[in-house]
C-alpha cells in the first residue's frame, strides 16, 4: 500500500535531493564497514604512514630497551639482620588504659561561586584504644598512643588493661596532639557532650 498525500495522489521522493547536489562525492581515505562487523581500511590514507612510523618507532625502542636490561642484572644479597644486646626496659602495664574513641571526622566544602571554605564535622563510628597514661587531673588527661586523633575527639577511659576500674567517669575532648616516639601524646580537656558507649 502506498503512502499518499492529502489529496489522495501517491507521494513519491525527490531524488536525487537538490541540497546533495553541490555534495563532493566521498573521498578514498575513509574505512568502511560491512554488515559481518569486518572493517575495510584504505591503505593510501594520511594516517597508515603515521602507523608504520609509529610501529617501527616502538620496535626501535624495544630494541634499545633490550640491551639496557641484560646489563642492569642486579645480584641479590640476603639482609641479615644484627640484634641488638640491649633491651628494653619493660613498660608499667598499670598505666594502660583502655578508653571508647568517638572520632571526629571534619570535611572541607568549597563553595564553586564565591570559593569560601566550610567546614563540617561530623563523628564516626566509635571504637577502643589503648593509652599509657602520662598525666591525670581533675580537669586535664594527657596519655600516649601509636593513633593520631583530630582535635575534638571524644573519649571515655573506662578500665584499666589488668582489668582494674579506671574509678574516674568522665568524658575527655581531646585538645591538641604532639608526635613523639613513634607514637602521639594526645592532651585532652573536660568534655560537654558526653555521648553513650554502652
Avoid at 546533495?20 to 581500511?41: C, F
Avoid at 568524658?171 to 553513650?196: D, L, M, R, Y
Amino acid at each position: 500500500m502506498p503512502i499518499r498525500n492529502k489529496d489522495n495522489s501517491e507521494y513519491k521522493l525527490n531524488s536525487p535531493n537538490p541540497l546533495a547536489t553541490q555534495q563532493a562525492k566521498w573521498s578514498d581515505k575513509i574505512i568502511l564497514h560491512n554488515l559481518q562487523w569486518e572493517s575495510k581500511i584504505n591503505l593510501d590514507s594520511e594516517f597508515s604512514s603515521i602507523e608504520n612510523d609509529l610501529k617501527k618507532r616502538k620496535e626501535e625502542i624495544k630494541q634499545e630497551i633490550k640491551p639496557i636490561i641484560e646489563e642492569q642484572k642486579l645480584e641479590i644479597k640476603p639482609i641479615i639482620e644484627q640484634k641488638t644486646t640491649e633491651t628494653q626496659k619493660p613498660v608499667n602495664t598499670r598505666n594502660i588504659v583502655l578508653m571508647h574513641c568517638l572520632p571526629i571526622v571534619t570535611k572541607v566544602i568549597k563553595d564553586e561561586l564565591y570559593g569560601e571554605e566550610k567546614i563540617i564535622s561530623k563523628y564516626g563510628e566509635k571504637f577502643i584504644i589503648e593509652g599509657l597514661i602520662l598525666e591525670h587531673t581533675d580537669l586535664t588527661f594527657k596519655f600516649w598512643t601509636i593513633i593520631d586523633l583530630e582535635q575534638g575527639t571524644i573519649l571515655y577511659p573506662y578500665k584499666h588493661k589488668d582489668g582494674r576500674n579506671m574509678g574516674d567517669f568522665r568524658w575527655w575532648k581531646v585538645n591538641a596532639t604532639e608526635k613523639k616516639s613513634e607514637g602521639f601524646i594526645i592532651n585532652c580537656i573536660i568534655s560537654g557532650f558526653q555521648p553513650n558507649f554502652s
